[in-house]
């Protein structure tokens, strides 16, 4: 079976977005960030002193501006830094292997070579190696959608 994908700039970005703050640690975080924001504008002190001390609004935009920026940034500059990222990408997958080939790459990853494959509502992530992973739009597959889950759970993901 043949497929053909291609992920756009703001489309990584809002991928890559939505699975970084839907973590644990990032939800806490927010949280966090929230209640020390209304504990320096309530003027809620934590620990007892006479005023809320200016480090609550500080770590509050931390956690909720500036970490959520330095991220975002980080992410642009990955997608601008690495074109495979936006290449039309050709994936072919057969008994043996998954087949990739793009504008200026071609890899064969046996099905033993592949981690992991996860499943969201619109994506399947594909893992091969711990910092590695494709990201295949459902809408791609058309008709052949079943076809891919079948495959894939004959090969044990």
């Known amino acids: 079976m043949k497929i053909q994908t291609q992920l756009f700039a703001?489309?990584?970005l809002n991928l890559m977005m939505g699975i970084f703050f839907k973590r644990?640690?990032?939800?806490f975080f927010g949280i966090l960030g929230i209640?020390?924001?209304?504990?320096?504008?309530?003027?809620?002190?934590?620990?007892?002193?006479?005023?809320?001390p200016i480090y609550y609004l500080l770590l509050a935009l931390?956690?909720?501006?500036?970490n959520p920026f330095i991220f975002y940034r980080a992410m642009k500059k990955q997608i601008y830094s690495n074109p495979?990222?936006?290449?039309?990408?050709?994936?072919?997958?057969?008994e043996k292997q998954m087949k990739l080939t793009g504008e200026t790459f071609t890899v064969e990853i046996p099905w033993e070579n592949i981690k992991?494959?996860?499943?969201?509502?619109?994506?399947?992530?594909?893992?091969?190696?711990?910092?590695?992973?494709?990201?295949?739009p459902k809408s791609a597959?058309?008709?052949?959608?079943?076809?891919?889950?079948?495959?894939?759970?004959?090969?044990?993901?």
């Open 116 to 136: 992991k494959i996860q499943e969201n509502k619109n994506w399947f992530f594909i893992q091969q190696v711990q910092k590695v992973m494709n990201f295949i």
């Open 84 to 94: 495979e990222l936006t290449e039309k990408i050709t994936y072919e997958f057969t």
């Open 10 to 12: 703001k489309e990584y």
């Open 141 to 157: 597959f058309g008709n052949n959608l079943d076809e891919f889950k079948t495959l894939i759970r004959k090969k044990g993901f």
């Open 35 to 52: 209640i020390l924001l209304f504990c320096f504008f309530l003027g809620w002190n934590i620990e007892g002193t006479t005023s809320t």
């Open 62 to 66: 931390f956690l909720l501006v500036v």
């Open 24 to 27: 644990p640690v990032f939800i």
